[in-house]
């Protein structure tokens, strides 16, 4: 609760709970030592996600752009043409192998989702099929799409890479959040840890993973247990249900096990949490 908040005529003034801590100059410190997002996940496991993984593909129905897709994310976002090649030439190989009027349920089930992913009729698939000379054609068309796919791809695995490396792709930290109520200001999230989407549009997000905000609030010293726990307990009313972690960073060890019970994170100052706790819903 750092900074000039006296535009404001906020509840905790109306409540009493004015930490006259939050103007010090050690509260700004600690407050300024949370905007590193390496020394939160140090504090906070649950930042530390796992994403050495690929993840799913939302248009999961679709065989072939998956395949480009993953063809793409392995080769670290750098799908060459000689590789797109290779894959068109693989995809008309096993057309050819699937004629018309074959039994096999897979061999149609194939034609039909070439013909449906590169927009040609089954009618149209089925002359390309029957007639060699217009191999070259069908190639064209399968080549220029997988081009274009492939170019789109590529982009979208860089991002992505970049997003799963850089935790500040991931993360917004956001201080001295307020807390609102209609046009009343119930108080200040001392800090907000605001998970990113990605933002590609291939690739869902976070291996559906759900990450929870993080809501810190900073405390030099506690001058009270009761005044602290009701002052977070009253800013959690108005999370709006949303998947979070609430914690409290102090150096202060005497309440340690009290907030804990009653499902307050407790990050010390230098010190890497042990317990990775549940999230609220």
């Not at 908040?5 to 949370?34: A, C, G, Q, Y």
């Not at 009618?123 to 170019?151: G, S």
């Not at 409290?248 to 042990?274: C, M, V, W």
Request: glycine residues 6%; negative net charge.
């Amino acid at each position: 609760m750092t900074g000039e908040k006296s535009r404001f005529k906020t509840h905790e003034k109306l409540w009493n709970i004015d930490d006259k801590t939050l103007t010090t100059p050690e509260h700004d410190r600690m407050v300024i030592d949370l905007l590193n997002i390496e020394y939160l996940m140090q504090l906070i496991p649950e930042l530390k996600t796992d994403f050495n993984k690929a993840p799913s593909h939302k248009y999961n129905n679709d065989n072939r752009f998956l395949e480009i897709l993953k063809a793409s994310y392995h080769n670290a976002g750098n799908l060459r043409d000689e590789d797109v090649l290779e894959l068109t030439n693989n995809l008309i190989d096993g057309i050819l192998k699937a004629p018309p009027g074959g039994t096999d349920p897979k061999e149609s089930e194939m034609r039909e989702s070439v013909a449906r992913h590169y927009h040609i009729s089954q009618h149209n698939l089925d002359k390309y099929i029957r007639a060699p000379e217009l191999y070259q054609e069908l190639h064209n068309i399968i080549l220029t799409q997988d081009r274009a796919a492939a170019k789109e791809a590529n982009q979208s695995v860089s991002e992505l890479l970049r997003w799963k490396t850089d935790p500040k792709a991931r993360y917004q930290i956001l201080l001295e959040n307020p807390i609102k109520n209609g046009h009343f200001i119930i108080g200040y999230w001392d800090v907000v840890v605001q998970p990113l989407e990605y933002p590609g549009d291939f690739f869902t997000m976070g291996y559906e993973i759900d990450r929870p905000a993080i809501y810190i609030e900073v405390k030099p010293t506690i001058r009270s247990f009761g005044e602290t726990l009701r002052q977070i307990k009253t800013y959690q009313e108005y999370l709006g249900g949303r998947r979070s972690i609430t914690c409290l960073y102090t150096p202060d060890t005497k309440f340690d096990s009290a907030f804990e019970s009653q499902g307050i994170r407790i990050l010390h100052p230098g010190t890497q949490n042990p317990q990775a706790g549940e999230a609220s819903t």
